[in-house]
């Protein structure tokens, strides 16, 4: 154990964890990277190209070393960092991206290669010969990449997605989001404060700087009980702002149970879409490092990171207590290092500082004017090569920490592609002006990272932000803080000729970085992709300013000269489950039921999904062991008898008003406004571009009152067409539309049988051939008083009809058929012989009606009105549509048992089968029970002169191919003498 | 993103379905002698600019009102939003 | 310099002293025989072709910023040739046969993977659609083939099969389909083309377009006039914004496209997999990462970045297809500009403006045409027709109403 006094964990509340199957015990308030170090583990990983050993080099959620696999089973996690996993009891980890032991990787063998494999080295070779790439050396490439693995398991845990809204959403909870938040919160703002931390601080609970003369734990404690004394503040912990969208929306995911063994009843996230008035950026800032040779081995870490676990976590970084620690530094920072582990009572050999001028804060071995040269230990630091003014020698150190300045946290301010600026003074780059509208950067995230300089900051930005949205806020008491003194030499990285680390994940050195300069690979985002530079999971967090620093450097110019990078979402890495936030399985889409649904399931129908829509496909019959036999039987029930079929999916839309017919006249190409009252026309509707759009019926119920029909799939997007001509083209019109697709159930009634059922229950009505003929509409009622709609329609070519009654009554009208044509032999049928019904008739579906047809195409060219404009009419006529010869034909294989698939292309027989003699292709294909004969419609290059012409249907993707004879694609009483009996 | 509906205030833009440019109000006259070259152009061409769009928006799961916004395509940002209806009609006084 | 294993070897054991830049930074010249307005993967692929295959020496390619840094670099990086119509099937079953001889044809690992797609299948009409595509694709001389459930199964095993909103039927495979690593393809061409001749001028806008008579002299730029006998433009996501420079309007809308990346894992996915019902597809780099995407926002945008409705709907439809990638993390997302075209189809024409040349409108599909597209583009510029396999990619078809539009939605861009 390597524990120091004092910090933020509760040794009252001992926890057990795994790290690669060995115990260890940490304490509530522990990360796992925190727990690790005191208990002297270094090693944590490896990295990701050479397998270098790796131990953890940040205390927050830049981590690029110590990745793990966390927890096991189908919970397995893979690339969590330590440094952000909170330790729970029972807690399993495991290391990744070895082959073998962590401290004895196989793959570590990359590392003996690594002049072979230099920056871009994969791009110019592997090519011969030329079939090895797939075969020999991708898979050997894959396999050593990647971090971490799934279980392959499907996630056991529970997602949700909630909305937010406030008047201000501060981003951090550190100096400067606590003053913002405390600022907002008593002006009586709607404050939402998030923080990616389970406690609140930020930087606060890692510095040893006091505030108001006491430890800093005690403002926030006190902030924090008055905060949630605020009922108009929200306090989201554990809660990442991963994202700043438009108009002030920001993506968040609260990690509401990562925190515990298993979620139990909670959710394990949540994903917030939080819709703020204005945001403050409090995010903080990120330390940087300063590379030299052999930078990467465990034990040395960032300065900033190494004072955090000791103040926060009691946790040394050296592997046994004693050890000595160094620091390395280009600043002031480097020296607070150094006197908060004095304070610790840690071992400090002294502070190595690159400033010549540089001086002791306190009562160290100061090394002014040098660097750090080089390092020993194989699986951990051991010594440090130190030099100043040309001279060197070797330390004996357990660990060193390394100060290279602070990068403040622009990530957000840049998420609409605003580029940061640099500062000089800084050294680093701060939010530009041009961010997102209304997120205002404030504390180390705009560069004022001193304790009182942060403080007061988010205090400012708090009330510039509510003044821009008219809620008055006042200053508050802040505590009394000091800044840090922040001085720094621009010393961006240590020459040699050895390797020096600056991106550890990927594995980048300065090296790679020359290389990529003398390659022209000179732009930052060539550099980046030539080196894989910045695209760890860190993101270039740990790594982007000192490569940009190189650069610079090798081309003689600045470094904002040289490039910025800007960075994307998500800030750090979602979980892709909490951004489908659950909706998987079943959940994936609503399931829309007809109102007959339950009643079909009771009769033990199969359903197939139509859209959205739930539909049922067949009923089968006990001894039915093919779903052929109960599609023949409800088929023939039709043609012989009648059969019964709920065709509510079908859109319907209400068209009422004095000019009616004037619209319906526009939006069909076949004339409308001619139909008399109590009268259905079947309709066609094409799109502007000229094509066939949809098909349907046309109800003229009363004088200014129409009902349409669409299709299913096209029942929302007509409705769509017809109000965007309603309102956007012609609101001159008196006319009102409304979609009642799902206000009224109806029920397809149909075959020779169908009238006589129907008489058994309409009120009154007379439904003789006369009185009632086809096409005939009207409202009436049924079963005694229930209002409901009659349409003589047909579908299946037989007598039919179609009943609407309000939806609510859908099933209990399906009984009464049922029930009443009991001695008729009334057969509920389904999806699959309404297709077949429609294809033996030769009725166009989806297939036909595919967005690439045209009316000619399905033979009903003459029903686009030359008499009067509508949409698509003029379109139509051009050249390409009008010479098309292509038409719906019938096809019967030769073979009348063998099925011409759909999907088939059709050919000249005897030709080529081949793209350029290709004569057309099968849109559906059935069995025809009526016909005992497989039978097909498909579109044939000038089919309608072919008929008798026996072709060739080529299926070669499933080795068939057969010959067919065209023939009219009414394969059932082509002269339409059954509907109209 | 969101849309100021002008009757019912800010919306969210998952609410609406999108259709385009809003010259697409602007049917050309099918009787004309060069109607359809006008058709060509009004379905096929756009203007598609880098900044200030009028469009069309259709509160689809709402208040089925079809919106012209003018939205900025560089920022996003949404300078208005009106009534299609209104627009059209106004247009035509 | 020839690339190859020994030529790695033989640096790594001297120091890699002995590399040299992949291309050169020339100064524009005064004029050339052809320019090419866009540095990206069809600009560079054209240049490649005209010095490789059509001996146009005096070629320059102008590029606003670093080479591949529009769409190019930024696509998940899918190569395939599934298409159903006789316009487009061909054109793209030539792009891919260039892709299977493109490391060998640039001396330069841009990792074509064929890996295969599988289209997922979920419903009887999709398979027939898919039947009659995938016979279309047979019929043009690629390679389909369509897999039943229990094949699937074997093949992608941990898919949501049964627990599903829309089981899974079975799929339409292209096995010669996959990936390629997207910016070696732009470095690929790049020195490919600088070998043979062709100035590539980074940070060089293409300001103006001087035209007089009805014919091109050449390009206003950042960099001053540089005059061309034929200028052809090839700047997808900024086609409108620099056709409107030469006066033009285009049959398009620019929108934008999320993509995604995971994490790095260890291998999970085989091949490419696209989700039939709803809007997914996915597959692994060679790092690692998943990367993958859906569909478009939906609304005209240069702006680059997208907004989260869409980002939950993809993974919607990425947890409902595969449950088992939940517990990765999204790495990084980012936004494209799409020209999405009329029909959904790309032009690769002449313009009415004598020696000026277009090529555009490449959808969210432009990647994979690469190849084929610069080679199309290059016979076009060199011999004033078509190539065989492009011969309908031309700005007249709408008004002559041969559209080319295989989801059949007509005129509205964001559909297709």
Redesign the interface.
Same mark, same amino acid.
Not at chain 1, 75 to 79: F, K, L
Not at chain 3, 397 to 403: D, K, P, T
């Given at each position: 154990m390597t524990r120091l006094s004092g910090g933020l964990i509760d040794r009252s509340k001992p926890l057990n964890f795994t790290f690669n199957g060995k115990s260890y015990r940490g304490f509530e308030g522990d990360t796992l990277a925190s727990a690790l170090l005191a208990n002297g583990v270094q090693l944590m990983g490896r990295s990701?190209k050479y397998h270098r050993p790796r131990g953890v080099v940040a205390a927050g959620s830049e981590e690029p070393n110590a990745m793990v696999e966390l927890r096991t089973g189908a919970?397995?996690?893979?690339?969590t960092r330590a440094t952000m996993a909170e330790l729970y009891d029972g807690l399993s980890a495991r290391s990744q991206n070895h082959m073998g032991p962590l401290n004895r990787d196989l793959l570590a063998v990359n590392d003996l290669m690594s002049? %072979?494999f230099?920056a871009g080295?994969?791009?110019?070779?592997?090519?011969?010969p030329?079939a090895f790439?797939?075969k020999l050396y991708?898979p050997a490439?894959?396999?050593a990449?990647?971090?971490?693995?799934?279980?392959?398991?499907?996630?056991p845990?529970q997602y949700d997605?909630g909305f937010l809204h406030c008047d201000l959403l501060i981003v951090g909870a550190g100096a400067a989001g606590l003053a913002a938040a405390l600022t907002a919160g008593r002006a009586g703002a709607e404050v939402i404060l998030a923080d990616e931390d389970f406690s609140l601080g930020g930087r606060l609970t890692m510095e040893s700087d006091t505030l108001d003369e006491a430890e800093a734990a005690a403002w926030i404690a006190s902030v924090k009980a008055e905060l949630e004394s605020l009922p108009n503040v929200r306090i989201m912990t554990r809660t990442t702002v991963f994202?700043v969208?438009?108009h002030g929306?920001f993506?968040a995911v609260e990690r509401v149970a990562d925190h515990l063994k298993e979620p139990g009843a909670k959710v394990r996230q949540t994903?917030w879409?939080i819709t703020a008035k204005r945001a403050v950026l409090a995010a903080g800032a990120t330390e940087r490092h300063i590379p030299f040779a052999d930078n990467d081995r465990p034990g040395v870490m960032m300065a900033g990171a190494m004072r955090a676990y000791a103040n926060r976590w009691a946790a040394s970084p050296v592997k046994r207590d004693g050890d000595a620690i160094a620091i390395f530094t280009n600043g002031d920072d480097g020296h607070r290092t150094a006197m908060d582990l004095i304070a610790k009572g840690a071992n400090v050999l002294g502070v190595i500082d690159a400033r010549a001028g540089a001086e002791a804060l306190g009562d160290y071995k100061l090394f002014a004017g040098a660097t750090v040269t080089g390092t020993k230990g194989r699986l951990g630091l051991t010594s440090i090569e130190i030099t100043r003014n040309g001279t060197s020698e070797w330390h004996n150190v357990g660990a060193l920490g390394v100060a290279g300045g602070w990068n403040p946290n622009v990530h957000l301010a840049s !998420?609409?592609?605003g580029r940061p600026v640099w500062d000089d003074r800084l050294l680093a780059f701060v939010p530009s002006a041009d961010g997102p509208k209304g997120l205002i950067p404030a504390g180390a995230a705009a560069g004022k990272g001193g304790t009182a300089e942060a403080l007061a900051d988010g205090m400012r930005a708090a009330i510039e932000a509510l003044s821009e949205i008219d809620v008055t806020a006042s200053e508050i008491a802040l505590p009394k803080a000091e800044n840090a003194a922040s001085d720094q030499a621009a010393f961006w990285h240590v020459p040699g000729d050895k390797r020096a680390w600056v991106d550890f994940q990927n594995d980048v050195t300065v090296?790679d970085i020359a290389?990529a300069h003398?390659?022209?690979?000179k732009?930052v985002?060539?550099l980046k992709?030539?080196t894989?530079l910045g695209?760890a999971?860190d993101?270039g967090k740990t790594s982007n300013i000192s490569a940009l620093a190189v650069m610079a450097e090798l081309t003689g110019k600045s470094i904002p000269e040289t490039g910025t990078t800007i960075f994307?979402?998500?800030y750090t890495?979602?979980?892709?489950?909490v951004?489908?936030?659950g909706?998987?399985?079943?959940? %994936?889409?609503p399931?829309r039921l007809t109102p007959t649904h339950h009643w079909a399931e009771k009769l033990g129908a199969e359903f =197939?999904? =139509?859209g959205q829509w739930m539909r049922a496909q067949y009923f089968p019959r006990q001894g039915e062991t093919h779903w052929r036999q109960a599609v023949d039987r409800e088929v023939l029930a039709v043609r012989a008898g009648v059969g019964i079929c709920d065709v509510t999916t079908l859109g319907k839309v209400d068209v009422q008003g004095a000019d009616a017919g004037e619209f319906l006249n526009r939006v069909y190409a076949n004339m409308m406004g001619t139909l008399a009252v109590g009268k259905v026309r079947y309709g066609l509707m094409l799109?502007?571009?000229?094509?066939l759009?949809d098909d349907g019926t046309c109800a003229r119920l009363f004088e200014d009152h129409y009902v349409v029909t669409t299709t299913t799939a096209n029942a929302g997007l007509v409705y769509r067409q017809m109000e965007f001509f309603h309102q956007c083209v012609w609101p001159e019109l008196d006319v009102q539309l409304i979609s009642t697709t799902d206000a009224w159930a109806q029920i397809a009634v149909a075959g020779p049988k169908s009238r006589e059922l129907l008489s058994r229950i309409v009120d009154e009505f007379d439904i003789s051939n006369e009185g009632f003929p086809f096409m005939g509409c009207a409202a009436l009622t049924i079963c005694g008083g229930l209002r409901a709609r009659l349409f003589r329609i047909s579908f299946s070519g037989e007598l039919a009809y179609e009943v609407a009654v309000p939806a609510r009554y859908g099933q209990a009208l399906m009984e009464r058929l049922m029930q009443e044509g009991a001695d008729l032999g009334v057969t509920p049928y389904g999806t699959e012989a309404l297709g077949v019904l429609r294809i033996e008739k030769g009725h166009a579906a989806?297939?036909e009606l595919?967005?690439?047809t045209t009316a000619q195409m399905l033979g009903l060219g003459k029903m686009v009105s030359m008499k009067k404009d509508s949409v698509g009419a003029v379109?139509s006529r051009?050249?390409?549509?009008?010479e098309d010869k292509r038409r719906l034909v019938g096809l019967k294989p030769i073979d009348g048992q063998q099925q011409i698939?759909?999907?088939? !292309?059709l050919f000249t027989r005897g030709t080529a089968?081949?793209?350029?003699t290709?004569q057309g292709? =099968?849109?559906?294909?059935c069995y025809s029970p009526h016909l005992k004969s497989y039978i097909a419609l498909g579109y044939l290059e000038e089919g309608d002169t072919r008929i008798g012409e026996q072709i060739t249907a080529?299926?070669?993707?499933?080795g068939k191919t057969l010959m067919a004879e065209v023939v009219s694609a009414h394969f059932v009483d082509p002269e339409g003498g059954r509907l109209r009996d | 993103?969101l849309i100021p509906h002008p009757l019912l205030g800010l919306r969210d833009?998952?609410e609406f379905t999108?259709?385009?440019?809003a010259n697409l109000m602007h049917r050309p006259d099918p009787a004309a002698e060069n109607a359809e070259?006008a058709f060509?152009?009004y379905?096929?061409?756009?203007?598609?600019?880098?900044g200030v769009?009028r469009?069309l928006w259709f509160h689809e799961q709402g208040d089925r009102s079809w919106l012209v916004v003018t939205?900025d395509?560089?920022?996003?940002e949404i300078l208005g939003a009106e009534l299609a209806s209104d627009v059209k009609l106004g247009a035509a006084q | 310099m020839k690339?190859? *294993?020994f030529?790695?070897?033989k640096?790594?054991?001297t120091g890699?002293k002995g590399?040299?830049?992949?291309?050169?930074?020339p100064e524009p010249k005064p004029a050339y025989d052809i320019v090419i307005v866009g540095g990206g993967g069809h600009g560079l692929a054209t240049a490649f072709y005209l010095a490789k295959t059509f001996g146009e020496l005096k070629v320059a390619v102008l590029e606003k910023?670093?080479?591949g840094?529009g769409n190019i670099?930024r696509n998940t990086t899918i190569i395939r040739s599934n298409y159903l119509l006789?316009g487009n099937?061909?054109f793209y079953e030539f792009s891919m046969k260039l892709w299977e001889n493109l490391?060998?044809e640039t001396?330069?690992?841009?990792?074509?993977?064929?890996?295969g797609i599988i289209n997922l299948i979920?419903?009887d009409?999709q398979? $027939?659609?898919?039947?009659?595509?995938?016979?279309?694709m047979?019929?043009?001389?690629a390679d389909?083939?369509?897999l039943g459930r229990d094949e699937l199964k074997e093949m992608v095993p941990?898919l949501?099969y049964d627990?599903?909103?829309?089981?899974i039927k079975g799929g339409l495979m292209q096995p010669r389909a996959g990936t390629a690593?997207h $910016? *070696?393809v732009v470095?690929?061409y790049a020195r490919g083309a600088d070998q043979r001749g062709v100035d590539i001028i980074?940070n060089c806008e293409v300001t103006g377009f001087k035209i007089e008579n009805g014919k091109v002299l050449g390009v206003e730029t950042s960099r001053g006039f540089i005059g061309a006998k034929k200028v052809g433009v090839s700047v997808a996501g900024s086609s409108?914004?620099v056709m409107q420079k030469a006066g033009m309007?285009?049959?398009?809308?620019?929108h934008v496209l999320q993509a995604f990346v995971?994490?790095?894992?260890?291998?999970?996915i085989p091949g490419v997999i696209t989700f039939g019902?709803?809007h997914f597809y996915v597959s692994?780099s060679?790092?690692?990462g998943l990367v993958f995407g859906g569909d478009l926002d939906?609304?005209?945008?240069?702006?680059?970045?997208g907004?989260?409705?869409v980002?939950?709907d993809?993974?919607?439809? *990425?947890?409902?297809l595969m449950?088992?990638?939940?517990?990765?993390?999204?790495?990084?997302?980012?936004g494209g500009i799409m020209d999405m075209s009329?029909d959904g189809s790309p032009i690769i024409d002449k313009t009415d403006i004598d020696g000026l040349y277009f090529n555009g409108g490449w959808c969210y599909g432009g990647f994979k045409a690469t190849p084929a597209s610069g080679y199309a583009f290059a016979h076009l510029l060199a011999t004033d027709r078509p190539h065989e396999t492009a011969t309908g990619y031309r700005f007249d078809?709408?008004?002559?109403?041969?559209?080319i $539009?295989e989801?059949?939605?007509?005129?509205?861009?964001?559909l297709h």
């Open positions: 990701f919970r397995q996690e893979p690339n002049p %072979f230099a080295f994969y791009y110019k070779t592997f090519m011969w030329k790439w797939e991708e490439i894959r396999k990449a990647g971090l971490g693995s799934l279980s392959m398991l499907p996630d845990d997605k994202g969208y438009d929306i993506g994903l879409r !998420h609409h592609r090296k290389l003398k390659e022209n690979m732009p985002e060539h992709r030539w894989t695209m999971t993101q994307r979402p998500p890495g979602v979980s892709l489950s951004l489908g936030g909706d998987t399985g079943n959940n %994936f889409r399931s =197939v999904e =139509v799109r502007e571009d000229g094509h759009y989806g297939a595919n967005g690439q379109m051009r050249g390409g549509l009008a698939m759909a999907g088939s !292309h089968q081949e793209t350029g290709d292709w =099968v849109t559906s294909s080529a299926n070669p993707l499933e | 993103m833009s998952q999108y259709l385009g440019d070259a060509c152009e379905v096929f061409l756009r203007d598609n600019p880098a769009h469009e939205r395509t560089t920022t996003h | 690339f190859s *294993g030529k790695v070897v640096e790594a054991l890699h590399w040299q830049p992949l291309w050169r930074n910023g670093w080479l840094s670099g006789p099937e061909p490391e060998q001396n330069f690992n841009s990792m074509v993977s064929q890996r979920h419903t009409g398979r $027939d659609a898919y039947r009659r595509r995938g016979n279309a047979l019929l043009a001389g389909a083939r369509l941990f949501n627990n599903a909103r829309f089981p690593r $910016d *070696g470095w690929g980074q409108s914004r309007r285009l049959p398009m809308e620019s995971s994490e790095g894992l260890k291998p999970t019902a709803g692994q060679d790092k690692g939906g609304y005209n945008s240069y702006a680059q970045r907004n989260l409705p980002v939950e993809v993974l919607e439809g *990425g947890m409902a449950p088992m990638i939940g517990r990765a993390r999204l790495l990084r997302s980012w009329m078809r709408f008004n002559r109403g041969h559209v $539009d989801k059949g939605v007509g005129a509205q861009p964001n």
